[in-house]
């Protein structure tokens, strides 16, 4: 078991509690212990970053921090926007002395550990897609995908900028259709897979963001995708959530099922539905189950 | 070596559009451009492509590599053709293509004019007609805005004005952060009343295209979030974007988790967020709209509380230069120095540049 500290970010805490209780289940089977972290905020989700510049180097210093004082190496996220936030500002305060003295001085008078050790923050997709967690999730994938069409969504902010993120290239990524085939799913390739969703300008520009969101669900829809995979559930949300909206807009009804990463693999590791919380969704999962008899 | 090249032709008068391949004999240190001059000279003279300082600095030449944007000066060939790719070169998106690799650059020029893309006097000048200094520090602010060469690689690539043409776009609010971020310039106050309207900095959609393609490591998105930072701190905040981005700061310091039930009231008013009521109830029936009461508040919030005193209330806001603070550490990654590599070992890669002869060499 590798022991990871477990940042789950707002989301998974409230309006996507479905992606934490899959990522719960799901972790045991590929070799994580999770340790919860509980004196977190949220990291800004890029928000607080262009409001607030100094205070987000703040706020993600202190989860940083207290990642480190539980001693593990990893820091594991489950959000795109998480972990691009989270590992922008560890490489700030891992680059440059100066700010990060000033940093641990006023963690420090509020009580929180100096930030000193530079902590991993890793996406669950990093973690299971190559090494020893690809290995034990494909032992663990027993159950399968019995064939089902997933078309891997990636989303922004976990392929770029790729100098802070640097997983896999950014134009060719590869480890959501390494996990599907694992699994037991056939992944179809569409262009939008690497595009924007939207997310970000949802509510202060929503039509230009329905103009994003539209590509990725209409791309896989006509390729014969079953479902969309999304490591970030901010990309969960808009996929899903929003959909309803393409349908007022466009006349278009593309009742495509969203998943969440760690829902999809735990379906093929066998976690019981009860615990995968499709019910969650706003589009209906029933095809997708159906079609996995689960 | 033998390089291979798919380019996409077009005209735009029949619409007439056709892959052509190409195999030709170029030089190891060839460049992408190097490649394309070489099927112009000796393959086919009606290829159209711009071009002119060859050392990625006029701006010229960007053009679509396998889809992504690229200076074509910039792109060395050795490593793709030793793998034996043949890349597929086409013309930059996000802008009208007149014929082959050449695109209208008339939209692109169009916004770079929107936001006055020189320096606005109004300063105060220095008594004697001393010359006016200004502090080195200063101009690290804008340091890397003032790099961009107007190539359009950020713009080819920008998913928010794939959507919605109108967004004033990486390249133009690159600009605008160039002079934002001067000392000497007399309209800064203006200049973000400006770029707060409808197709401005808000829009952007943070997908981080631009920062990935710049070809000068400018990263267009963070001197967009320096603009908005700068709004917020000089109080022009009425915009959508601006809301929602200050309800995360306030979500931050009061119960630490982002209350996201609030937020599209507090983004977008609460008449307008009456009218989304038949949306939410939606989302509400499958637990996606949490209620707000009890606060969902994360353990020791007091002292995110303490944090935001500490860098906002009785410091000030910083505005551009909390994000310009963290430039220095990150533009080690930009250049992608592993320090493993002598400079030695550079020279002697193929393809790489002939090693520049130096005084010590005599000897």
Redesign the interface.
């Known amino acids: 078991m590798k022991k990871v500290a477990y940042y789950k970010g707002?989301?998974a805490?409230?309006?996507?509690?479905e992606l934490d209780y899959a990522t719960q289940a799901l972790a045991p089977k590929v070799g994580l212990e999770l340790v919860e972290l509980?004196?977190?905020?949220?990291c800004?989700?890029?928000?607080?970053?262009?409001?607030?510049?100094?205070?987000?180097?703040?706020?993600n210093a202190?989860i940083l921090s207290y990642a480190a004082a539980e001693g593990v190496d990893t820091l594991l996220t489950v959000c795109n926007v998480c972990t691009l936030n989270l590992r922008?500002a560890n490489?700030?305060?891992?680059?440059?002395s100066e700010?990060r003295a000033r940093v641990n001085e006023?963690?420090v008078?509020?009580?929180?550990p100096a930030y000193e050790r530079d902590i991993d923050v890793r996406h669950l997709l990093w973690e299971i897609a190559e090494g020893e967690g690809y290995e034990l999730l494909k032992s663990a994938a027993h159950r399968g995908l019995k064939g089902l069409k997933v078309a891997p969504f990636y989303g922004?902010?976990i392929l770029?900028?790729?100098?802070?993120n640097g997983f896999e290239d950014?134009?060719r990524p590869w480890s959501l259709e390494r996990i599907i085939e694992a699994c037991g799913g056939e992944a179809i390739d569409y262009?939008a897979k690497i595009?924007?969703c939207?997310f970000?300008?949802i509510?202060?520009?929503e039509?230009?963001?329905?103009?994003?969101l539209i590509q990725p669900i209409e791309q896989a829809y006509e390729a014969g995708a079953d479902a969309i995979v999304t490591p970030c559930p901010l990309c969960h949300?808009s996929l899903d959530?929003w959909q309803?909206?393409l349908k007022a807009a466009t006349g278009r009804d593309f009742k495509m099922p969203i998943l969440h990463l760690s829902q999809l693999v735990g379906v093929a590791a066998g976690v019981p539905e009860a615990e995968l919380k499709f019910?969650?969704?706003?589009v209906s999962m029933k095809p997708v189950i159906e079609k996995l008899q689960i | 070596m033998q390089v291979g090249l798919k380019i996409w032709r077009f005209n735009s008068r029949s619409g007439e559009r056709e892959l052509q391949e190409f195999e030709i004999d170029a030089p190891e240190e060839a460049t992408l451009l190097d490649c394309l001059d070489i099927v112009k000279d000796r393959h086919d003279g009606s290829l159209a492509y711009r071009k002119s300082c060859r050392m990625m600095i006029c701006g010229s030449c960007g053009m679509r590599m396998d889809g992504a944007a690229v200076l074509a000066c910039k792109v060395r060939m050795y490593d793709i053709a030793q793998e034996g790719r043949v890349p597929v070169i086409s013309a930059m998106g996000n802008l009208p293509i007149v014929k082959d690799l050449v695109v209208d650059m008339g939209p692109f020029w169009e916004k770079f004019r929107s936001v006055d893309p020189f320096l606005q006097p109004g300063y105060q000048e220095p008594p004697d007609g001393r010359e006016h200094l200004i502090r080195q520090e200063r101009m690290n602010v804008i340091h890397k805005e003032a790099l961009c060469i107007n190539c359009g690689c950020c713009v080819s690539e920008c998913n928010a004005m794939e959507s919605d043409p109108q967004f004033t776009g990486p390249q133009a609010l690159v600009k605008a952060m160039r002079f934002v971020g001067d000392p000497r310039d007399g309209e800064k106050l203006a200049r973000l009343e400006k770029l707060n309207g409808e197709h401005g900095i808000w829009e952007c959609t943070r997908c981080y295209f631009c920062n990935e393609r710049c070809p000068k490591n400018i990263d267009p998105r963070d001197a967009i979030a320096k603009l908005g930072a700068e709004s917020i701190k000089e109080g022009i905040d009425r915009d959508m974007g601006a809301k929602h981005a200050k309800w995360f700061v306030t979500s931050a310091k009061t119960t630490g988790w982002l209350r996201e039930t609030e937020l599209v009231p507090k983004t977008q008013g609460v008449v307008a967020a009456i009218k989304q009521t038949r949306f939410a109830l939606d989302l509400a029936v499958k637990g996606k709209v949490p209620p707000p009461f009890p606060p969902h508040v994360a353990k020791d919030v007091r002292e995110a509380r303490r944090l935001y005193d500490l860098t906002v209330r009785e410091s000030g806001r910083r505005g551009y230069d909390g994000i310009v603070q963290g430039e220095h550490a990150l533009g080690r990654l930009a250049h992608g120095h592993s320090g493993e590599e002598t400079l030695e070992e550079i020279y002697d890669r193929p393809g790489s540049f002939t090693r520049p002869y130096l005084p010590d060499d005599a000897a």
């Open positions: 707002c989301l805490s409230l309006s996507a509690k509980e004196s977190v905020t949220c800004g989700a890029g928000d607080i970053h262009e409001a607030e510049p100094d205070y987000y180097l703040h706020l202190r922008q490489f700030v305060l891992m680059g440059d700010v006023n963690l008078s509020v009580g929180v922004c902010q770029r900028p790729s100098k802070i950014p134009d262009p595009k924007c939207g970000p300008i509510q202060a520009r039509e230009t963001a329905l103009g994003e949300l959530a309803s909206k019910k969650r969704h706003v």
